[in-house]
């Protein structure tokens, strides 16, 4: 078993490190197959993802911009409801006096009718 077994046993250790090797080349291949095939599908989705991503960006602009209209809206609304406010209680101070003269009026024109019956 001297030079044989010797011979057949370094045969077997060629033979499985030749199998290791090619172990290892499969491994490797597959691994950039998998890597391909999972760069491809995250292509994908980006292509998919990409179009609503961008819809999303102009769907917040856009509540962006209408939030700013309805702020400035709002300040315009509140700042003529102050200037109808103002101008109700001068209208009011106006009006006072003609709605007691016209009182004093009507009670005179009562009086003078009673006269004339």
């Known amino acids: 078993m001297n030079d044989t077994g010797s011979v057949v046993l370094l045969g077997l250790i060629a033979l499985g490190s030749a199998v290791q090797i090619g172990i290892f080349v499969w491994l490797a291949l597959s691994g950039l197959r998998i890597s391909r ?3 491809a599908r995250e292509e994908e989705v980006l292509a998919r993802i990409q179009p609503a991503t961008r ?14 209209i309805y702020e400035r809206e709002a300040a315009r609304t509140m700042a003529a409801a102050d200037r109808i406010s103002r101008r109700a209680g001068e209208t009011r101070e106006l009006l006072e006096p003609l ?5 004093t009026i009507a009670s005179i024109l009562r009086t003078l009718r009673s006269l004339r019956e």
């Open 37 to 39: 095939w999972a760069k």
């Open 55 to 68: 819809s999303l960006d102009r769907v917040r602009q856009n509540l962006a911009e209408v939030q700013g």
């Open 99 to 103: 709605v007691e003269n016209a009182r």
